[in-house]
């Protein structure tokens, strides 16, 4: 076990920190695969983290809690000075863009630009007091592209910096829209440091047109199916937790959301397939995690779906995913 270093460029490994304003640090960090490497890191100052995870799979462990991330996830984290935390980096490389704040500056910046009931808003305010952390989403593809930019940005000196910090404020407004939206503020939130096994891509919306409170059950029927991808529950299983009946859960859910619950954990099941694929996990480890028992029906499922074999996907850049036929 190494302790983590803020600047480190070897073989493989490089981590960039670059301060963008007062209290306010941009921390680059791309790792190549090879083999599990894992770091001690002890908190300077009181923060709190946001990590925008383009290529994930790394495992936390902080004095109480743990959780783990995944390709194309966006956790929240706080931890006051102090604080110590192991983290194990995977085999098949890691490539994330972290924002760091002191509460006081990410409190002031989400009084002027964000939501006053956020999960940023209520973890910035206990920042200095304990250990907590929040799976926030997903990274959507123009998100995507501004993580992909940043870490590997052309530009050099005043240029890049400007570049740098114009990209990771976009990332901020990202989550910040994202937690204004209805039924999305606490999507996928872990504060007691249980993992969730969602897909890798943004979970439509539902129809706004849709009575609040049948949309509100709706949400909450998406939310608990993204949960629970590898083993989903029955349907009346789910009626019973959005708080319907079997028959008006299959009408709404569809109303909703286009399409049936079955053939939503089938388009979640092969979005988050994909974004395995693009981490560099191999066919059948994909296979395991998707839910699938056979690696031979998941290539299939995946084929019917994207129109291509997962070999065709496995470890190519994420704008050349293929368009989704479902």
């Given at each position: ?65 743990r959780?783990?991330?995944?390709p ?11 604080a ?51 799976r ?11 993580v ?71 949400l ?74 056979c ?32």
């Open positions: 076990m190494r302790d983590w270093s803020p600047h480190r460029t070897s073989e493989g490994e490089r981590v960039e920190t670059l301060v963008l304003r007062d209290q306010v640090t941009l921390v680059l960090s791309r790792f190549a695969g090879g083999c599990e490497r894992e770091f001690r890191f002890e908190e300077p100052e009181d923060m709190l983290g946001i990590g925008f995870h383009l290529m994930g799979g790394s495992r936390f462990e902080f004095e109480r809690s959780f783990a991330t995944k194309l996830e966006v956790w929240a984290g706080t931890a006051p000075r102090g110590t935390s192991v983290f194990t980096l995977p085999r098949h490389g890691f490539e994330t863009v972290s924002l760091r704040f002191s509460p006081e500056a990410i409190q002031d910046l989400l009084e002027r630009h964000g939501p006053k009931h956020s999960v940023l808003t209520r973890m910035a305010r206990s920042a200095q007091e304990e250990v907590r952390h929040a926030l989403g997903w990274l959507d593809p123009t998100a995507c592209q501004l992909e930019a940043m870490l590997s940005s052309p530009y050099t000196g005043a240029a890049r910096r400007l570049f740098l910090e114009s990209c990771a404020f976009g990332l901020l407004a990202s989550q910040i829209n994202a937690s204004e939206a209805p039924g999305t503020q606490t999507c996928g939130s872990q504060a007691n440091g249980s993992r969730t096994n969602g897909a890798e891509a943004s979970a439509p919306q539902a129809d706004p047109r849709l009575d609040g409170k049948l949309r509100r059950k709706m909450a029927a998406r939310d608990y199916l993204d949960g629970n991808l590898q083993d989903p529950p029955t349907i009346a299983t789910l009626a019973r937790i959005a708080g319907t009946n079997e028959f008006y859960l299959k009408r709404a859910f569809k109303e909703a959301f286009g399409m049936t619950v079955f053939g939503y954990v089938r388009r979640r099941r092969m979005q988050f397939a994909a974004a395995e694929l693009h981490a560099g996990r191999s066919v059948q480890e994909t296979a395991r995690a998707a839910g699938y028992a690696p031979r029906s998941f290539a299939e499922a995946f084929r019917r779906h994207y129109g291509v074999l997962p070999s065709v996907v496995l470890r190519r850049p994420l704008a050349e995913t293929p368009a989704d036929r479902g």
